[in-house]
C-alpha cells in the first residue's frame, strides 16, 4: 500500500519502464529532482491525466516516444499539476516557497509524484477560489478548448469530435456562452453529459458516422481517426477542418492530401497548433473561478489507484477529467 515519504531527497512516484499497459505501472520510491537554473520544485497536491499521458504510457502514435525510442525517457507521466512551491532554482525571482501555483509540464511531465520540476515560465498562480483537484483540470485542456472555440464565430456550425472529455467538456460551455451551435460526437455514456454541458445536439459515433452528417462549418476532431475525405465530405464550402492529435500517418496526410484536397474543393484541412503556456489556460481558469465555467470531474483517485485510472482513462470511460490527488 501507498505510504507517504517523509526522509529528506526520496519520493514516491508512479513510474514505468517500458511502453505499454498500465501492467508498466509501479510505485516506487526514488530521488527527490532538484530545480535548476530558471526551475521550480513544486510539491505536488494534484494531478489530472491528459490522452497525452496515455499515449506516453503506450509509447503510441510515434510522437509519443519523443524522449525515447525503445524505452521511456522520463519515467514519471502527468503533465497538469498543482501544488505548492517549495524550492527555486538559480535565477528564479517570480515564485517563492509557498506559491500555490498550476501548471502544463508538458516537456517534462513528473506530475505523478510527491515532487516535480517545473520551469518557472510554465506555471501561473492558481486563484484562491480554485481548489487545487480543480486547478489541474485546466492548464493542458483549457488551452485546447479555448483555442478550438476561437476559431468558430457566433452562429458558426461546429462539430467537436471527443466532446465528452476533457478538454470537450470546456469547450462545450465555451461554445454555448459565445452564441455557436455545436454538434457534440462521442460515445453514448456521454451523451447525457454533452447535452447538460450546452451542445446542440449530440452523436454517438458508435451509431453515427459524423461525417455523414452536416455540411459544418468548423470540424475540431480530438481523436482524429478519420480519413481526409471523410472530413472533406462533412464541410460547407469554405469550411474548415482541424485535427488535434491522430497518428503519425494521420498527421502526415491531412497535412499533404488534406490541403491539397481542401485547396481544389474551397475548403481548408490541417492540424492544430495548440499554443502553451499560462497565458492560453489562465483566462478559462478565471472563469472557472468566477463559477462562469465548471470544471467536469468524473473521479479523484490516490497516487495508489492512478493505473486504474489510467484503465479508464484508455477505455473512453472518463466523463471529464481523471484527476490524481497526490499530497495530503
Given at each position: ?13 508512479l ?8 501492467e ?46 525503445f ?32 501548471g ?23 486563484p ?65 453529459l454533452?447535452?447538460?454541458?450546452g451542445?446542440e ?27 481526409v ?9 469554405g ?23 481542401g ?57 471529464g477529467?481523471?484527476?490524481?490527488r497526490?499530497?495530503?
Open positions: 500500500p501507498f505510504r507517504r515519504i517523509r526522509h529528506t531527497g526520496v519520493m514516491c512516484a513510474v514505468y519502464d517500458r511502453y505499454g499497459g498500465v508498466r505501472l509501479s510505485l516506487t520510491e526514488m530521488p527527490r529532482p532538484e530545480p535548476g537554473p530558471g526551475d521550480v520544485l513544486v510539491e505536488v497536491v494534484a494531478t489530472s491525466l491528459n490522452l497525452s499521458d496515455w499515449e506516453g504510457l503506450r509509447g503510441s502514435p510515434a510522437y509519443a516516444r519523443t524522449g525515447g525510442l524505452r521511456p525517457g522520463r519515467p514519471v507521466l502527468g503533465s497538469d499539476i498543482a501544488g505548492r512551491v517549495v524550492a527555486v532554482g538559480p535565477g528564479v525571482e517570480r515564485w517563492s516557497p509557498g506559491d500555490e501555483v498550476f502544463d509540464n508538458l516537456m517534462r511531465k513528473g506530475g505523478l509524484a510527491e515532487y516535480a520540476v517545473v520551469h518557472e515560465s510554465a506555471l501561473a498562480r492558481k484562491a477560489a480554485l481548489s487545487f483537484e480543480v486547478a489541474s483540470t485546466i492548464p493542458q485542456s483549457g488551452a485546447i478548448a479555448e483555442q478550438a472555440v476561437a476559431l468558430a464565430a457566433p452562429g458558426t456550425r461546429m462539430l467537436l469530435n471527443g466532446a465528452g472529455g476533457g478538454s470537450g467538456s470546456f469547450a462545450l460551455q465555451l461554445a454555448a456562452a459565445a452564441g455557436i451551435p455545436l454538434t457534440a460526437v462521442d460515445n453514448a455514456g456521454k451523451l447525457d454533452m447535452r447538460s454541458l451542445a445536439r449530440v452523436l454517438d459515433y458508435r451509431v453515427d458516422d459524423f461525417t455523414r452528417h452536416g455540411p459544418y462549418d468548423l470540424i475540431v476532431d480530438l481523436v482524429a481517426r478519420r480519413s475525405f471523410a472530413y472533406r465530405r462533412a464541410l460547407a464550402p469550411g474548415r477542418c482541424l485535427i488535434v492529435g491522430g497518428t503519425v500517418r494521420t498527421l502526415l496526410r491531412m497535412l499533404t492530401v488534406g490541403a491539397l484536397a485547396a481544389l474543393t474551397g475548403r481548408r484541412l490541417g492540424v492544430m497548433a495548440v499554443r502553451q503556456g499560462p497565458e492560453h489556460f489562465l483566462p478559462l481558469a478565471e472563469r472557472v473561478a468566477r463559477g462562469e465555467v465548471r470544471a467536469v470531474i468524473d473521479r479523484v483517485c490516490p497516487l495508489a489507484q492512478a493505473p486504474q485510472a489510467f484503465a479508464a482513462l484508455g477505455a473512453g470511460q472518463a466523463q477529467k481523471i484527476v490524481i497526490v499530497a495530503d
